[in-house]
């Protein structure tokens, strides 16, 4: 639906934009800023084409209304209706309709099912479900246990696009102070039934549309056990070769006030890891000689994010944080990590470890255990715009470039890039990103019309950090690829 509506909408805009870009280009070329920025010793003048072109030309008003859509009072009773299931250790019973991660299963199952059928047939509710045998490698499943992934799947509506895939998750299983006790009360209701939250909440409110590219929300299981639902699900993943461009899992998103009393409702932390957990040697001996530790696909993923939170959920402060998670603890985007798929995690920024893992108790009159008093609903709904804005711009914008890379046949001043081309039917060309090489986020960019090479003139790959993304004719713009060494 939105693209009928939009492209027609747009066409007038799209056309301006491109005008627009080709007058700006055309009186200030690449090498002209290079050489004033020589002479000066550095760039002195940045061009800011991509902050002007953010608030105008690339504004989707579709997208700011699926933002808009997020309800905090939908938040509110998923979090309490899995707290109301006692616990949901992953070891607790499975078959009481009353309490335990069976009963918090079958829910889940039952309400996303609710939300595909008003996807008209294009979204399918599955039960991942499969036997975690006793392994070393994770030590809390004591006996052989059944555990379930809800898996939403809401199929892309662009035939060339369909089999690009975006995940966005949270886990249902909670647990106590130990996390082998299946008795005691786990009401996990910041960790994490507020990720769960966030995800049906998504799969409510994007199940209406069509986007280009296929998105599959998840609750997953057997996160406090060693992240062993999620690695079941990207180890099928991989081996199904599924391409799955991002995933996102949401994990303690919460509550905006922290153990340090300190209250911030408008930030949410976005973990992203340096170098890629799945580097090989040759890939490392490359990055130790041309650098490269600080432009992964995820933490591309992760600057795409926080250009995108500017731009649609302004009242959010998307807090880059340029490490895999925090310390000692993990998430359920390792295990994509690990196989090669660009992921991120969401997380609140400051936590309240009195709410985390405990028994429910009061000790010298504090109040321990992860209980819903302590959720501010309308903060994690907050974040769930967060993931609206970012999963619908990747869904509807093209895929990020393949095998892009830096030619270096010769020694030479200049820069040439180049990679495969996009085939999607709507795309409208590239854009080539830039930044100096002590910058945290890409600060230059310019449209370079639909070609697949591009050389950036008086400009050395030796002085900057280079990237390529896709944009579409609505405007809508990939995560940025980071190039490597070709000859
Ligand atoms: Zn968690």
Redesign the pocket.
Known sequence: MIHQSFTFRASAATFAFFFALLIAFSTSPMNAQTRRGTRQGRITRRTSVTTARNGRVSFDPEIARIVSEVEPRNIERTIRTLVSFGTRNTLSAQDDPKRGIGAARDWLYDEFSKVARDSGGRMIVEKQMFEQPVDKRFPRILKPTILTNIVATLKGAQPASVNRTYVVSG?YDSMCTSPTDAICDAPGAN??ASGVAASLELARVMSKRNFDATIIFMAVAG?EQGLVGSTYFAEQAKQKNTDIEAMFTN??IGSSLGGNGVRDPNTIRVFSEGVPSNETTEEGNTRRGVGGENDSASRQLARFIKENTERYVPNMNALLVYRRDRYLRG?DHIPFLERGFPAVRFCEINENYHHQHQNVRTENNIVYGDLPEFVDFNYTAKVARVNAANLASLALAPVAPKSVGIITKNLTNDTELRWTPNTEPDLAGYEIVWRDTTSPVWTNSRFIGNNATFTARGMSKDNYFFGVRAIDRQGHRSPVSFPRPVR
């Open positions: 886990h960790d994490d996160e994990d303690i998430g």
